[in-house]
Nanobody, 119 residues
Framework: QVQLVESGGGLVQPGGSLRLSCAAS????????MGWYRQAPGKQRELVAT???????NYVDSVKGRFTISRGNAKNTVYLQMNELKPEDTAVYYC?????????????WGQGTQVTVSS
């Protein structure tokens, strides 16, 4: 079964850190781009960070300097290290993976993991 499995969410105090993990299972082909999106209550889902298979990264301005996205040594794994967390980072975080340039193509979403930043 092809799926993305996320882990690492939870409750943390402002200024704290969390690390999210995501792994694609059931796929033998390299995903071209993997990333994290988030959705806060009453808001639209927004891009947080992406990383390509070549290592190029992209971040939303609000997390630059605080979050770091990286790909693991295992194929099709991605991490999001979140430091200096703020209450406004509270959201459900979704892993995303896509492969568009080569067959077979994929556009996958994880089930989401809750991140709550609160004292």
């Amino acid at each position: 079964q092809v799926q993305l499995v996320e882990s690492g969410g939870g409750l943390v105090q402002p200024g704290g850190s969390l690390r999210l993990s995501c792994a694609a299972s059931g796929i033998i082909f390299t995903m071209e781009t993997m990333g994290w999106y988030r959705q806060a209550p009453g808001k639209q889902r927004e891009l947080v960070a992406t990383i390509t298979d070549g290592g190029s990264t992209n971040y939303v301005d609000s997390v630059k300097g605080r979050f770091t996205i990286s790909r693991g040594n295992a194929k099709n794994t991605v991490y999001l290290q979140m430091n200096e967390l703020k209450p406004e980072d509270t959201a459900v975080y979704y892993c995303h993976a896509e492969r568009r340039r080569s067959w077979p193509t994929y556009d996958l979403w994880g089930q989401g993991t809750q991140v709550t930043v609160s004292s």
